[in-house]
């Protein structure tokens, strides 16, 4: 039993070291704080990603383009920020234990670039249907129900298929009223 109590000690005494220099790593931190502009309106950039490189430290800006990154690790870091449509932006600050930095950056508006997009095929096929349609002889008589067109293909006259009369045997004894133009 002796020797039992002897290790446990040990194992306590070896933990509460590691905690307390782990805690002293959890409480070496400051606050970074400032505004985010456009360099050129110096308008406010809500909504600007602003991150401590290296560490999972950071915020967002306001809709007046304020930020506040509390907890940031404390000594010299690199602070980058980021915004759809600017130039990402960093800058190396110094961070005092329990202290706070006041940073604002400027950032400059750039072109945002996709790919280029080729369109070749419709167009040309549009453009092919309707000369196609403008060249031909086609007649078309508007006003009249398909029943009255007579058709011709190759020197052969053909019924319409537009009768109302069609399929009304096989519709089980409906009126007249079934249109299968």
């Not at 398909?146 to 519709?171: D, E, F, H, M």
Request: aromatic share 8%; net charge positive; proline share 3%.
């Amino acid at each position: 039993m002796k020797g039992s109590y002897s290790v446990i000690r040990r194992i306590l005494w070896i933990g509460g070291i590691f905690f307390f220099l782990a805690a002293q790593s959890l409480f070496a931190s400051g606050i970074i704080k400032g505004k985010v502009f456009d360099k050129d309106t110096k308008d406010a950039l809500p909504g600007a990603n602003i991150l401590v490189k290296g560490t999972s430290a950071g915020a967002a800006s306001d809709v007046y383009g304020f930020y506040s990154i509390p907890n940031a690790p404390s000594g010299e870091q690199t602070i980058v920020v980021s915004y759809i449509g600017y130039v990402s932006h960093s800058v190396k600050v110094t961070i005092p234990e329990n202290g706070t930095v006041e940073q604002d950056f400027y950032l400059s508006a750039t072109a945002v670039q996709g790919q280029t997009v080729t369109i070749t095929a419709q167009a040309q096929g549009q453009l092919q249907a309707i000369n196609q349609q403008l060249a031909s002889n086609k007649i078309v008589i508007r006003g009249l129900a398909p029943k009255y067109n007579p058709r011709t293909i190759g020197g052969v006259a053909l019924a319409s298929t537009g009768s109302s009369q069609i399929g009304i045997a096989s519709q089980g004894g409906t009126a007249g009223n079934i249109s299968n133009d």
